[in-house]
């Protein structure tokens, strides 16, 4: 019963996952640039050069592109397991 839950859960967050992606990305863009390349804020993310921006975009697609490839794998794993 618990096991169940649990796959049906882990589920539906690998499905959101494709949403909830973009402020992780965001927030994992403006620390690595804030780190490595001098002061960077979301504001200078938000009103700054639009090379941040598509970069952000590309991230993002890629991402996309993995979860698309990797998605049927995924959900038939998270299913096996909901019914084991």
Do not use: C
């Not at 001098?38 to 921006?53: A, I, M, R, T, V």
């Amino acid at each position: 019963m618990l096991r169940a839950r649990l796959g049906q859960l882990l589920l539906l967050l690998w499905k959101l996952s494709s949403v909830f992606i973009i402020p992780i990305i965001i927030l994992l863009y403006v620390y690595v640039m804030n780190t490595y390349f001098g002061p960077f804020s979301f504001e200078q993310l938000d009103q700054g050069q639009n090379k941040h921006k598509w970069l952000v975009f590309a991230i993002y697609l890629i991402y996309l592109l993995f979860w698309k490839i990797s998605n049927k794998k995924i959900i038939n794993y998270l299913q096996r397991f909901e019914y084991s």
